[in-house]
């Protein structure tokens, strides 16, 4: 073997698992009493084995256990001294509360949030601004409740929805919850809990008016688009002037009606502003509560949305979830959670290290060498090297050559 410095003593995925160390999880599996029923498979083993499993691409339990079997000699690192057989796993993914898992990733998060800051943010709105949107995994329909319309020959998925809210300066989620596919995306709101003056941002189809007037009464500032058939009474409309850009179409105040708990009849004071999208030659209707934004910037709060899709995007693409390696809902989510947690302790590596490679790249680095002996440092300046080199060459005449 290479006796050069680039080797070190544990492989990557003990370095990965050392941003989430065993000591670390002691609390949570103390807290969430995940081990008082379980003598073959402990929580920090099922972890690590779960997180195996999502950082390597498995497809089932047999490739999760034929995986770590290979690295025998070598769980010392994990600290680990047996693989778990695959009834014991599938056991335990069935019977250990996936939120356990949850609070895995809520302790990471909260331990790595200044790491994964983003300095070039704006402050002011957008440190206060959190997004809120959702994505669905394909079931089996017996897991499951379907959604969607049905098919021309009847055939429809089940699914698993999760309902994500992230912080718009991290980009990474502060609250998670799972339902079937078919359930209305406005329940999640019940479980928003913000500080007076926080700033949050959703699709329509979260636009639920009894919950923006709860939002109203805490001071909590909302962001979303106003429903093709909303029926409101305007009241007034602002002259817009010189300054006002020319997207603007119109910045008015609305009446909204709506039923109460009660199932009286109340109205709601909003602020609607119609937006012309020139790139996209399109009209958008915004509503908020907020009354002292510049319309520009309400627009543009809207627009940052598009980092949860980014999100979900980077979760999708990098880590295999359309196969689960469980056939019930509570072992789907913990697979979906150690996801999460991946995606989470892959970000801190990709920033710490100031690697200018895609995270997508990073993470198939990784998942190549997880066994490797190498650095994590040292591989990913070694790939930002060979980049830096293949840069300075010049094409000419078919051939690559070095620039003078």
Same mark, same amino acid.
């Given at each position: ?5 680039? &080797?070190v ?12 160390? /065993? ?20 929580? %920090? ?23 770590l ?41 909260? @331990?790595? @949030? ?18 809120i ?15 969607? /319309? ?7 998925k ?5 309902n994500t ?35 949050l ?10 919950q923006?007037? @709860? ?6 500032? &909302?962001?979303?688009? +106003? ?18 850009? +020319? ?24 602020? /609607?502003?119609? %937006? ?5 030659? /399109? ?21 940052? @949305? %598009? ?16 196969? &689960? ?48 002996y190498i ?30």
């Amino acid at each position: 073997m290479n006796k050069g410095n680039n &080797f070190v003593g544990q492989h990557i995925f003990s370095q990965i698992l050392s941003l989430s160390s /065993r000591n670390s999880l002691k609390q949570v599996f103390t807290k969430t009493q995940s081990d008082k029923w379980y003598k073959s498979i402990k929580s %920090w083993d099922h972890y690590v084995t779960m997180m195996f499993a999502v950082l390597s691409g498995c497809t089932s339990l047999r490739e999760i256990v034929m995986g770590l079997e290979a690295f025998e000699g070598k769980l010392n690192h994990l600290n680990m001294t047996n693989v778990p057989p695959r009834s014991t796993l599938a056991d335990a993914n069935k019977n250990r509360d996936s939120s356990v898992f949850s609070k895995i990733y809520e302790e990471l998060s909260t @331990r790595y @949030r200044l790491n994964l800051s983003d300095s070039t943010l704006p402050q002011g709105v957008l440190s206060k601004l959190f997004i809120i949107d959702s994505t669905v995994f394909g079931l089996f329909k017996a897991i499951l409740k379907t959604s969607g /319309r049905s098919s021309a020959d009847g055939k429809k998925k089940g699914g698993i929805k999760k309902n994500t809210m992230i912080k718009a300066t991290s980009h990474t989620p502060v609250l998670i919850r799972f339902n079937a596919a078919a359930d209305n995306d406005q329940q999640f709101l019940k479980y928003v809990d913000l500080p007076e003056g926080s700033y949050l941002t959703m699709d329509k189809g979260y636009n639920n008016y009894k919950q923006f007037a @709860r939002f109203t009464e805490k001071g909590i500032f &909302f962001i979303t688009r +106003q429903k093709d058939n909303a029926v409101y009474e305007s009241v007034s409309e602002k002259i817009l002037g010189k300054d006002t850009p +020319q997207a603007v179409l119109k910045d008015e105040i609305i009446h909204q009606t709506y039923k109460d708990d009660k199932n009286m009849e109340q109205t709601l004071e909003l602020r /609607r502003i119609a %937006w012309w999208d020139a790139q996209n030659d /399109r009209a958008y209707e915004f509503i908020t509560n907020n009354f002292d934004l510049a319309a520009i910037t309400v627009a543009e709060i809207y627009r940052y @949305r %598009w980092q949860i899709e980014l999100f979900f995007k980077k979760l999708k693409q990098n880590f295999q979830l359309q196969y &689960f390696v469980g056939d019930n809902q509570n072992a789907i989510e913990i697979q979906i959670w150690c996801a999460l947690i991946a995606v989470l302790l892959l970000t801190v590596i990709h920033q710490y290290n100031k690697s200018k490679m895609a995270f997508s790249n990073v993470a198939t680095l990784l998942r190549i060498h997880l066994a490797g002996y190498i650095s994590i440092k040292e591989l990913l300046a070694l790939h930002n090297k060979k980049k830096a080199r293949k840069s300075k060459t010049t094409a000419y005449d078919g051939g690559l050559f070095p620039s003078q």
